[in-house]
Structure formats: C-alpha cells, structure tokens
C-alpha cells in the first residue's frame, strides 16, 4: 500500500474525500457480480460473518470493505494512545478454542498496532483475504422485489448482487467533523482521530489543539503533550475519566485464563455488559460511609470500567445514588489537578456513566504540566470559528501549527445511511430513521428483507463489550440463514409489529435509567439535527438477557418475522416455523 492511499492532513470539509483517498482505484464499471451474501466492512464484525456464511454453511459470500486492510475500528484509529479499554483477554473471538490457545496479548488493555495484528492474523489462519474486495466503499443498497436480491454498488463503481446483505460496519466508524465557522481557513495542518495518517504525525515543537475530550480525546492528549511545544485542549463537555492501570499481563494469569477460557466465555456471555463484571448487589444509599469508600477506593485502585459497570447496583438508575459515585470522581479530580481552577473547568455536572467512561492514563496529570493549557467552553466561552491562524473561542485567538479534530462518530446510525439502503418500494432508510432508528431486535428492519445488520442500532452494540455482542450476532444471523436454506424460503424480514413493540421495549428500559437524561452519542445528542434517541439496548438481564431473548425468538419459529417462499406458483408470505 503506497502512503499516497492512506489518510493524511486534510481541509476539514474535504473529509469525506480524504475517506475516498483510502478507496481510489479503480473507476472502471464492472459488470454485476453474484454472491449468496454480500458482507459490508472487514472488521471483527464482517470477518466473522464471512468465516461463519463460507465455512459452516457452504455459501459464496463476498466482503466489501472501504480499507486497504482488515481491521475496520483498528484499521482507522491510529491515533497516539489509541487502545482499546476492554481487557485483551475478552477483546477477542471466542469462537474458536484453538486462536485463543494460540494468541498471547502483551498488555492488559491492548493497543490498536496490536489488535490490527491479531486480526490480520485472524484474516490468514482462516484464509479470509480472497474473498474481501479492499479499497470498496459501498454507496448504494438496493432491493429488487422483483428478483428478491439486493444489488449493492461502491463508489469505485462496482455492482454486486446477493440474496443476503450483512452490514458489519461498525458501531462508531462515521467520522464527525464538526461544521465550525471558517474550518477550512487553517493554513496549518488539520487531522481526524478517526482518519489518522498510517505514517503518524510528528508533533515535535509544535503548536497543537485538541478539539474534544471523549474517551479518544483522553488517550491522545498525554501522548501528544508529551511531544508538542504547546498543547491546548478545547472542551465542550468534561469527562469523567477513571484510571486504566495498564500494563503488561502476568505471564501466569495468561496461563490460568487459557486454562479456564471456557468459564471465561460463558461469563462473558451471560453478563450485563460482555464483561466479568456484573453490579454490586446493593444500594449505595445503604451503604455506610466507610463502606463506600472502601469499595470506591477498591474499584479505582483495580482500575478499568469495573468502577462503572461494577459499582453499587442503583448507581445508573437513582440520581441520589449516582450524585454519591459523581462526587467520588470529582473529588479525584480535585486532588490531581494542581491548579483548582483548573480542576473545577475539568469536573463534569451531568450524572457519572451516562456518557462513555473513558479509561484514562494520566489525563488529569497532564493539566499539570507547563505546556498544557484547557480552553473550556463554559468558562473560557465555546469556539467561535477556524482561522487562517488557529482556533477562536470566547473571543479569543489561540494559534497553532496542528488541529486534531478528536470529535468522535455519527454512531450506531452514520455508517448505515451512508449505504444508503433502499428496500421494498424503494423506501430509503435513511428517510425512515429521520425521527431515530426502528430495528426488531437491532438485527432487522422491516421492509428491508434479508438485510442484517452485526450490532445494529437498539441492539447491546456498543453498550457492551463489542465482541461478545459480534459473535451473538454473527452466530444468530447465520442459523436464521441456516433455517431458510433448509425451509426454501427466500425472504425473511420483521412485521411492523414487532419492530414498533421491540422499539417501545428498547425505550422503556432505558427510561427507567439516567442515560437519557445526559445529552451523548449514545442518545444521538453529538450530532447537530440528528433525533434524540436511545441508540443502543440495555435490557433487564442486558447481554446476556438480549442473548436468550434472541434464541427465544428463533426457537420459537422466528417470532415477530415474516417469511417468503418463491415457488413455480410465486410468492407465498408466511408466519414460518420449521
Ligand atoms: P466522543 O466520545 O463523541 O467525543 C467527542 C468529543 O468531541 C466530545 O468531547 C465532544 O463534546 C467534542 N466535540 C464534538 N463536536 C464538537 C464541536 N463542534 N466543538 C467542540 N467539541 C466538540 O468521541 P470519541 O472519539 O472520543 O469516542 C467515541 C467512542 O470511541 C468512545 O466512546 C469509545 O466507545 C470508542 P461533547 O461531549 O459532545 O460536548
């Protein structure tokens, strides 16, 4: 791969032609192509569905990935400190006891060079490469309902055709370059966090700007502080970031989990989240003082999201109980911040959890530091515009050499519209999600037949420990594949029924807790005009629950779906069961 198709600085409104870099081959219309199944991305996601669709059920199936590599989340994101805040041991496929026998990860929490290595590794031992088109990014999604298949099209100006469509791409995968005043006016160099150039960015004796503090933020400020003359970091909301504790994984741990990977997994897949962890079966409210700090103290020390998804079990749910842990964290802050103003400007208000926890390794550390400065918006006043010099923000002109746009993804929905899908009657999804996504299970939709979607929106997604929901997914899909090829039915897509009841079900679980009440991705809040609402599912038993209910839903003939035969006679439409 020459550095020419890779990323590199950019004029912010050009970002989608910077994603096209990536894909430029090419241009030549190639005639049709038939596959059984057409796969979209090659990252955990696709990777799997094409092993699972190839190898156990015998299928042609293609993948169409946007890269120049396999990889997806951990081909794009190459920013400094860019890892993965789940532990390496359940970041990973679970699905073949062997891989896990032979993988070794370094560290507790991987970095991205080496989870793109274990999944390149992953693409060779199961022999994925020949049937992944790189450099393909798909722009058009269409069902014919006359034929029953779909024809998928890419910007490289190719047309495939499948019976099944599986859209692997990604929970967080659309970039969000924020539409700030005078943006493309910066004659220094600008990057996305999402897009990062494969040869790196030196920062040596530069003036830099961060704009945003989510988790990807977090990571890439201390890493770029340490190399930037002067570093300023523009926040629009603080974050509550609790300690990662990396490091590199005893050799004798290793050895005892790959002794006892299988209880390993079947934890994992019962769990709330994906994780070994599940909440304190207790109030904080009726916990003592001591106690509390105990457990507080104890978490903290531990570090990783066992403070977030392991915490006294009315935390997320209970204002009084969550004002408890808030105030923990923000007297963390305190205390690590030298300079209190500071601190203050870097301690959130909103109820801790409710946004992504970022895992941090020395962040607040570095609000310490000389060449560090905080530009807050509700302090300092929010950017105003991009100059040919730098940033403004509350009327004042901040200079630099290098922007770095850490200003996170159109979630959950950004990388489906943008397949632009169109399904019985030519209906366009991105139309019907206008007012939010409507998905039965956040596998399906209805009047879009044989498409699914891998940790689609009002699915767990990225609510949980990603994998863990993947191989659910992937594992669901390909029986529910499985169960039409052998009942010779064509089409499979929910009734509007069921997908209005799951809606409503995803809704009110999430009413009872305090997310909706925080503006975030999760809620579809981070984007200028997109519908607020709940993108993800936690359910009563979460993973694990979702888990049962979908093999509930199978067994039981695929409640809430309706099938479609093609025989000599046309087409009938049942209720199936086998
Ligand atoms: P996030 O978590 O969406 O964070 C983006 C940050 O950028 C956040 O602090 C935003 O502030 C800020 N932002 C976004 N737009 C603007 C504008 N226009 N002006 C100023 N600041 C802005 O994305 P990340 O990449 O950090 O993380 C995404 C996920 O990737 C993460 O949760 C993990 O699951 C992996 P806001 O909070 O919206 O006020």
């Known amino acids: 791969m020459s550095n020419s198709q890779t990323p590199t600085a950019f004029t912010p409104s050009d970002f989608s032609a910077v994603q096209m870099r990536e894909t430029a081959k090419s241009s030549d219309r190639a005639p049709p ?29 293609r993948v169409l990935e946007a890269g120049n590599g396999v990889g997806g989340t951990w081909y794009w994101n190459r920013y400094p400190g ?4 789940t532990p390496s041991y359940i970041y990973c496929y679970t699905f073949d006891r062997n891989l896990l026998q032979e993988w070794e990860w370094s560290e507790r929490y991987p970095e991205q060079d080496e989870i793109l290595r274990y999944l390149e590794h992953c693409a060779d031992r199961f022999d994925l490469k020949p049937d992944i088109d790189f450099g393909k990014r798909v722009n058009s999604t269409v069902f014919d309902e006359t034929t029953n298949r779909w024809t998928v099209r890419t910007e490289q100006g190719d047309a495939y055709t499948a019976r099944y469509v599986i859209a692997a791409t990604g929970c967080l995968t659309a970039g969000n370059m924020p539409k700030i005043k005078g943006i493309d006016t910066f004659k220094g160099r600008s990057y996305h966090t999402s897009r990062w150039p494969h040869s790196g960015v030196d920062f040596t004796a530069k003036r830099v700007a961060v704009i945003g503090t989510g988790a990807t933020g977090v990571q890439a400020v201390p890493i770029i502080a340490q190399q930037a003359k002067q570093l300023t970091v523009f926040q629009r909301t603080p974050a509550y970031c609790v300690p990662a ?16 990977y299988d209880q390993v997994i079947d934890n994992i897949r019962k769990s709330f989240f994906g994780f070994e962890l599940s909440f304190m079966p207790k109030s904080v409210l009726e916990a003592t003082q001591e106690e509390r700090e105990r457990e ?3 978490m903290w020390d531990q570090g990783g999201f066992e403070f977030w998804l392991g915490n006294y079990n009315d935390m997320f749910f209970d204002k009084r109980a969550n004002d408890i842990v808030s105030d923990y964290v923000r007297g963390k802050i305190r205390s690590t911040v030298n300079d209190p103003v500071v601190a203050e400007k870097l301690i959130p208000s909103y109820a801790y959890g409710t946004k992504r926890q970022p895992l941090d390794t020395n962040y607040y550390e570095t609000f310490n530091k000389r060449n560090v400065l905080l530009v807050d918006a509700k302090t300092d006043g929010p950017i105003e515009e991009i100059t040919e010099k730098g940033i403004r923000a509350g009327g004042k002109e901040y200079e630099f050499d290098i922007i770095v746009y850490a200003t996170g993804f159109d979630a959950m929905t950004g990388a489906l519209k943008a397949l632009d899908i169109k399904g019985r009657g030519g209906r366009s999804l991105t139309q019907l999600w206008e007012d939010g996504p409507a998905a039965y299970l956040g596998v399906t939709i209805a009047g879009f037949p044989n498409l699914f979607m891998i940790t689609g929106p009002q699915s767990p ?14 594992e669901w899909i390909t029986e529910c594949i499985a169960h039409m090829r052998r009942n010779h039915l064509t089409t499979i897509e929910p009734t509007e029924q069921a997908q209005e009841d799951w809606g409503k079900h995803v809704i009110d679980l999430v009413s009872m807790t305090l997310v909706p009440n925080t503006d975030s991705w999760y809620m579809g809040a981070n984007i200028p005009g997109k519908a607020h609402k709940f993108l993800a599912y936690i359910g009563p038993e979460g993973v ?4 049962r209910h979908c093999d509930e839903v199978s067994a039981k003939g695929y409640e809430g779906f309706e099938f479609a035969s093609q025989g000599q006679g046309g087409t009938a439409r049942t209720m199936a069961a086998e």
């Open 33 to 61: 192509t038939h596959f059984d199944a057409v796969i979209i991305g090659a990252g955990f996601a696709g990777m799997y569905m094409l092993h699972s669709l190839r190898d156990k059920l015998g299928m042609s199936a």
């Open 82 to 85: 860019a890892r993965c805040d």
């Open 245 to 260: 504790r990396n490091g590199k994984v005893d050799p004798e741990v290793t050895k005892a989990r790959h002794a006892n």
């Open 296 to 298: 507080f103290d104890r």
């Open 461 to 474: 997604s990225a609510f949980s420990n990603v994998p863990v929901s993947i191989e659910q997914h992937v």
């Open 544 to 547: 694990g629950g979702y888990r």
